[in-house]
């Protein structure tokens, strides 16, 4: 029997750990009896829309120090998108076209590294797939550093975010203790529904530290006063108080804590501004110190330096295992993690149907926070803990990073 070719794409925000999962993809195809070419969609689907790919198999292969320099490599070798599809039965010719598309290049397996968003797409074109007998297996590779992706454990890509969340904090309260002055520092951390990055600034903790002193999600609702109660109460007992907040925490009616907000994106997400800014406002209004806020934006999506050993090892062996399920006949399906143990910390992988994955969101389960709402319990600091560990050897030339060449990213023809 011919052997089919695969075909990989990603999507959505970047990470440190995407093109780990993109480089277990072309490994396994490599390694594969059932597959022969592995190509790549630029700018996610858009690409097979607009037919631009890349030979993956060419220009990468299985050679070990490609594939290892991919694996460090931040954000998407592949570029993204944030195109929602519609729903076939409104308008099928889009699916036509991406079909046709997996015709052409005799696609035998489409895998698709993105997060909430991205599986959407997944169930839509499994769901299409179905309705015209497509044998094509249609298989979700998780990422996101929100870490909300249902039914899995933990996702790829969040490990390394919370690892540069803790040492971040860490470095924000070496830089705050100096000075002799009573102060507040709130420290906004990305996280529109589920807090699971903010949580991660309390790995920063050790035996001199406690900071951050307060810790703020969107799983419990939010009030201003008892924000400024709890501020009052840690100034008491110490000069310094650091404060992790989420840029979606909500006060008890589901409004948002922040400085303003703008449109709502295509998948109907709120873009949020300024929580951070919204409370230092409110503490210098209420409490006579120095006060400053702090946004962490995008800085830890890409952050390599400080990606963690565990989050890319893991990630590459899902781009892996993605290429076996679908030489299994698995589809319509995610990659997915199961914690078997913290100590000594193991998982197994496996895959769940994506149509319990797609359009859903996992939240920081309401016991493992505290019952003031403002610090996280035992329970989630042993869950977060195991993700982090590990360094990355990322190679280095005139004292920066070497990353992969994404100049067909950026670099557009003349003709």
């Known amino acids: 029997m011919t052997q089919k070719n695969v075909l990989v794409a990603q999507s959505g925000g970047p ?44 220009l990468i292969g299985n050679d070990s120090a490609n594939i290892e320099k991919l694996k460090t490599t931040p954000a998407m070798y592949l570029g993204s998108c944030r195109h929602k599809l519609p729903k076939y ?22 895998f698709y590294i993105g997060g909430n968003d991205s599986m959407d797409t997944v169930l839509k074109l499994s769901d299409y797939a ?35 969340i803790a040492a971040s904090i860490l470095e924000i309260s070496h830089d705050t203790y100096i000075y002799k002055v009573k102060s507040v520092t709130i420290v906004e951390i990305m996280g529109r529904d589920a807090g699971w990055l903010t949580a991660s600034s309390a790995l920063a903790r050790n035996e001199y530290s406690e900071a951050p002193h307060l810790i703020y999600l969107p799983e419990v609702a939010f009030d201003t006063e008892q924000f400024i109660e709890d501020v009052r109460e840690k100034l008491k007992t110490t000069d310094n108080v650091i404060v992790a907040v989420s840029e979606g925490i ?20 709120k873009q949020l501004s300024g929580a951070g800014k919204a409370l230092e406002f ?9 006060v400053r806020s702090v946004e962490v934006n995008v800085l830890q999506r890409c952050a390599s330096h400080l ?36 100590k000594p910390y193991t998982v197994d992988y496996d895959y769940a149907v994506i149509k319990n994955i797609a359009n859903e969101a996992k939240s920081i389960p309401r016991e493992w926070i505290n019952s003031k709402g403002n610090d996280i319990k035992q329970e989630l600091y042993d869950y977060l803990f195991p993700l982090i560990q590990g360094e990355v050897n990322v190679a280095y030339s005139n004292g920066l990073p070497t990353y992969m060449n994404v100049s067909h990213l950026h670099k557009r023809s003349e003709n």
Request: net charge negative; charged share 25%; with cysteine.
């Open 15 to 58: 990470t440190v750990a995407i093109n780990a999962s993109l480089a277990g993809v072309i490994a396994a195809t490599c390694e594969s009896n059932n597959y022969n070419l592995c190509y790549g969609a630029l700018n996610g689907v858009t690409g097979i829309l607009d037919s631009r790919y890349l030979n993956l198999t060419e």
């Open 89 to 110: 039965e409104d308008d099928s010719e889009v699916y036509e076209k991406i079909f046709d598309q997996f015709d052409k290049l005799d696609i035998g397996a489409f």
């Open 130 to 164: 179905k309705k015209i007998n497509s044998n094509i297996k249609i298989i979700g590779v998780p990422k996101t550093i929100d870490n909300d992706l249902c039914v899995t454990d933990h996702t790829p890509g969040f490990g390394s975010a919370a690892k540069y």
């Open 250 to 269: 909500r006060d008890k009616d589901g409004e948002y804590i922040s400085a303003g907000e703008s449109a709502t994106d295509k998948f109907g997400h």
């Open 282 to 290: 409110l503490v210098k209004e209420k409490i006579n110190v120095k």
């Open 307 to 342: 990606a963690s050993k565990t989050d890319l090892d893991e990630s590459f062996e899902q781009g892996k295992k993605a290429v076996s399920f679908a030489e299994e006949g698995v589809t319509a399906s995610m990659v997915i993690l199961k914690r078997i143990s913290n």
